[in-house]
């Protein structure tokens, strides 16, 4: 198959074509990835000369270029996962989460509807469930209430999708997957960063009181899934992906604090997350039972093989979080600490 991927020099994305290429279920990939503070192509490095491979840097918002890429490599499929991707980024700045997750997905499909492409993936969110209340799991019939400015444009993204199969017939399927970890995961999310952080023996900011609760699923695992659903999933149907291990953010930190050898004295409870979701917890079954994925990677095997690769990838690390990582880090945190030291909880 001739996949057109966006987001490809992401965390997921270049996962995912180092698992099609690495596994020969594509003949050819084209990688259409703007090159945010997101997108890295060392991730990508071990294909640079495969020639399946190619890249192009571009903006998915861009109609005329997504056209043009197009019209060069006549893909059989689209898998997309270009977007902004992280809440607290959505909430300091949401105007590019609007254009790339709900406009950047506006032009794909429209080029994809013209060209009759004969599969869109939209790779999406358990986050479009919003908090979800024990005991309940979320199911693909779940009600959609987004909480952040990231999941609501993702949602829409969604909602755009399916009425383009409802509407035009094209081929669409809709992933939702859950939290998910691994190499390569840029340091802003709550696994990477709290990992660089203990490995460099800096403190470990846990928003609220630490007992919000995510559903943990590793990268391979998720693309995997993705690689399923693109093959076996049904037109116009979403797939949730989950992976089957709940546990709360003081679990998962206190975890890494034991893989990296690090003292617990490192916490620094922080001001919490406006908007923050207390608890996604999501049912899989229609996935498995219709696909035949199951997730594979245990969580404790899962963490203890990420931290190993962040502690032998220091330069990796330290290349993404030089520039603009540390006024964004500046950004986001300096205001929590101040004010948790004006009360004097610290
Ligand atoms: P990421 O932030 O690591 O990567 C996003 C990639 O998209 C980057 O390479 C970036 O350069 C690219 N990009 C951003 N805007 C673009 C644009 N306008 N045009 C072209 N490329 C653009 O994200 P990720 O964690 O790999 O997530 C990938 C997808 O999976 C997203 O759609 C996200 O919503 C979804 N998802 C992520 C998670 C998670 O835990 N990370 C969980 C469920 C679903
Ligand atoms: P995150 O990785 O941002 O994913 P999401 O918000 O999309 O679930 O955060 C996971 C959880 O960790 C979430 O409850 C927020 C919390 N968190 C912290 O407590 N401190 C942090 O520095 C970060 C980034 C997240």
Redesign the pocket.
Same mark, same amino acid.
């Given at each position: 198959m001739r996949l057109l991927v966006t987001g490809g020099a992401g965390f997921i994305g270049s996962a995912f074509i180092r698992l099609l290429l690495g596994t020969n279920r594509a003949t050819a990939i084209l990688n259409l990835d703007k090159l945010t503070y997101a997108g890295n192509l060392e991730n990508l490095e071990a294909l640079a000369s495969d020639p399946r491979y190619r890249f192009v840097r571009g903006d998915i918002c861009d109609a005329a270029l997504v056209d043009r890429v197009l019209d060069e490599f006549p893909a059989e499929a689209i898998v997309h996962f270009a977007a902004e991707s *992280?809440?607290?980024r959505s909430i300091l700045s949401p105007q590019p989460v609007f254009d790339t997750n709900l406009r950047g997905t506006f032009t794909l499909l429209e080029a994809a509807r013209a060209r009759r492409i004969g599969r869109f993936v939209q790779v999406s969110t358990d986050?479009v469930y919003g908090s979800v209340p024990e005991p309940l799991a979320a199911d693909e019939g779940f009600p959609l209430r987004p909480s952040s400015p990231y999941s609501a444009a993702k949602a829409g993204g969604d909602l755009l999708a399916l009425s383009y199969f409802t509407t035009y017939r094209l081929p669409v399927v809709v992933t939702r997957a859950s &939290?998910n970890y691994g190499p390569y995961q840029f340091p802003?999310?709550?696994i990477p960063?709290m990992i660089s952080n203990a490995l460099e023996n800096r403190p470990l900011?846990? /928003?609220g009181d630490?007992l919000?609760v995510?559903d943990w699923l590793h990268v391979e695992d998720h693309c995997r899934a993705v690689a399923a659903i693109l093959e076996r999933g049904l037109d116009g149907e979403i797939y949730n992906i989950g992976g089957s291990r709940s546990l709360d &953010?003081l679990e998962v930190v206190r975890k890494i604090l034991r893989a990296t050898g690090r003292s617990e004295e490192l916490i620094r409870f922080v001001t919490d997350?406006p908007g *923050?979701d207390r608890r /996604?917890a999501l049912s899989s079954e229609k996935t498995v039972r219709e696909t035949g994925w199951a997730p594979e990677v245990g969580f404790e095997e899962g963490l203890s093989r990420t931290v190993d690769w962040y502690r032998d990838h220091a330069g990796w690390v330290e290349r993404v979080k030089s520039g603009e990582y540390q006024s964004y880090y500046e950004r986001n945190y300096g205001g929590r600490d101040l004010e948790l030291n004006r009360l004097g909880r610290r």
């Amino acid at each position: 198959m001739r996949l057109l991927v966006t987001g490809g020099a992401g965390f997921i994305g270049s996962a995912f074509i180092r698992l099609l290429l690495g596994t020969n279920r594509a003949t050819a990939i084209l990688n259409l990835d703007k090159l945010t503070y997101a997108g890295n192509l060392e991730n990508l490095e071990a294909l640079a000369s495969d020639p399946r491979y190619r890249f192009v840097r571009g903006d998915i918002c861009d109609a005329a270029l997504v056209d043009r890429v197009l019209d060069e490599f006549p893909a059989e499929a689209i898998v997309h996962f270009a977007a902004e991707s *992280h809440v607290d980024r959505s909430i300091l700045s949401p105007q590019p989460v609007f254009d790339t997750n709900l406009r950047g997905t506006f032009t794909l499909l429209e080029a994809a509807r013209a060209r009759r492409i004969g599969r869109f993936v939209q790779v999406s969110t358990d986050e479009v469930y919003g908090s979800v209340p024990e005991p309940l799991a979320a199911d693909e019939g779940f009600p959609l209430r987004p909480s952040s400015p990231y999941s609501a444009a993702k949602a829409g993204g969604d909602l755009l999708a399916l009425s383009y199969f409802t509407t035009y017939r094209l081929p669409v399927v809709v992933t939702r997957a859950s &939290n998910n970890y691994g190499p390569y995961q840029f340091p802003e999310k709550l696994i990477p960063l709290m990992i660089s952080n203990a490995l460099e023996n800096r403190p470990l900011p846990v /928003y609220g009181d630490g007992l919000q609760v995510r559903d943990w699923l590793h990268v391979e695992d998720h693309c995997r899934a993705v690689a399923a659903i693109l093959e076996r999933g049904l037109d116009g149907e979403i797939y949730n992906i989950g992976g089957s291990r709940s546990l709360d &953010n003081l679990e998962v930190v206190r975890k890494i604090l034991r893989a990296t050898g690090r003292s617990e004295e490192l916490i620094r409870f922080v001001t919490d997350r406006p908007g *923050h979701d207390r608890r /996604y917890a999501l049912s899989s079954e229609k996935t498995v039972r219709e696909t035949g994925w199951a997730p594979e990677v245990g969580f404790e095997e899962g963490l203890s093989r990420t931290v190993d690769w962040y502690r032998d990838h220091a330069g990796w690390v330290e290349r993404v979080k030089s520039g603009e990582y540390q006024s964004y880090y500046e950004r986001n945190y300096g205001g929590r600490d101040l004010e948790l030291n004006r009360l004097g909880r610290r």
